[in-house]
């Protein structure tokens, strides 16, 4: 949707439309039961697309949201004999809710479930039962909540902020870990169409 008049509210647009979003910034991984080295903190990649739904004020949005990031191999695993990296592809659909705080911020909130991909499991990587490579990358279900705030910066454009976002994935067989917790924090850019 778009804003038209400067003095409206964050998130309170005329119309019902199309927004479109790319962000990025640290994430950070825990492999729940995972005896091998702690990770260190990964960048990642954000895009989305919402359509939007006013309800007066608030805003309710049905947002599909897409993520990408690299996970390096902890150094402590170059005895097996190899150093590299893997990844992880994310598809997640779900509904965000935002409330104007004030004349340009919005405060609000993300609930979604979907997909996770875990690739570049070659061989000798860290995280296979004796390092045995997977052919395909390993999918597995996704649950993903966030909390999400927005600055307008005009009519068309917002700065997005995702102070904390938690995504949760239980793992298939032959991985060393029982599942997959990550926390991430993104900042990024948001186009009302």
Do not use: C
Not at 42 to 65: K, T
Not at 118 to 143: C, E, H, I, Q, Y
């Amino acid at each position: 949707s778009t804003g038209s008049g400067a003095d409206r509210p964050a998130g309170a647009a005329r119309h019902h439309g199309l927004e479109l979003a790319i962000s990025g910034g640290p994430t950070f991984i825990k492999f729940l039961g995972f005896a091998g080295a702690r990770i260190e903190p990964q960048s990642a990649l954000g895009f989305g697309v919402a359509y939007r739904l006013n309800r007066g004020r608030s805003v309710l949005a049905m947002a599909l949201r897409a993520s990408a990031m690299r996970v390096a191999w902890p150094t402590s695993t170059a005895p097996r004999g190899t150093e590299g990296s893997s990844w992880f592809i994310d598809v997640l659909g779900g509904v965000l809710a935002q409330k104007p705080m004030g004349k340009r911020f919005s405060l609000g909130g993300f609930v979604g479930l979907g997909m996770t991909s875990f690739g570049g499991l070659s061989d000798k990587n860290p995280f296979t039962d004796d390092g045995r490579p997977f052919t395909n990358p390993a999918s597995m279900p996704l649950v993903a909540a966030s909390v999400d705030a927005e600055v307008r910066l005009g009519p068309s454009l917002a700065l997005s902020v995702t102070p904390l976002g938690l995504s949760f994935a239980k793992t298939k067989e032959g991985l060393l870990m029982n599942s997959i917790l990550r926390f991430t924090t993104f900042v990024g850019l948001t186009w009302r169409l």
